[in-house]
């Protein structure tokens, strides 16, 4: 397994539990609009990972994750007015709630520790 399939797996994993959850919620005017919204934060997480993980730079690196980590913000957002609501039930919501705040401390840690090697070579040069 290559440095990083682990965070991409988390990522797909949690893109699809978003889907399974959405897919629950209900039809409503504020079902509809979190669905469309959640969605889309959720599942770009993944994919905007994977291009951090193509960067072209150490500096690129860190915008693409810095990118990751807004969606996963977002979608924070997203599940804890879905929780508020009570608009599904509760586990799954809370399984979700729990992928994405794991996500977004892993996703931060490696943005903290990309910046601080990325000045670690700046010292040297």
């Known amino acids: 397994m290559a ?9 797909v994993a949690f893109a699809v ?8 919620l209900p039809k409503t005017a504020a079902g509809i609009h979190i669905a469309d919204q ?4 959720a ?7 994977a291009e951090a993980r193509g960067a072209e730079s150490a500096r690129d690196f860190i915008h693409k994750l810095g990118i ?8 924070e957002v997203w599940i804890d007015m879905l929780v508020r609501r009570k608009m599904a039930e509760e586990q799954p919501i809370l399984r979700v709630q729990d992928q ?3 996500l977004c401390r892993i996703i931060a840690a490696s943005v903290r520790t990309a910046k601080k090697n990325l ?4 010292d040297r040069e």
């Open 3 to 11: 440095k990083g399939d682990d965070i991409r797996e988390n990522l």
């Open 17 to 24: 539990s978003v889907m399974d959850l959405c897919d629950q």
């Open 38 to 41: 959640l969605l889309r934060s």
């Open 43 to 49: 599942t770009s997480a993944a994919p905007n990972y």
């Open 68 to 75: 990751v980590l807004k969606e996963l913000n977002e979608s």
């Open 100 to 102: 994405c705040k794991s």
């Open 119 to 122: 000045g670690r070579i700046a």
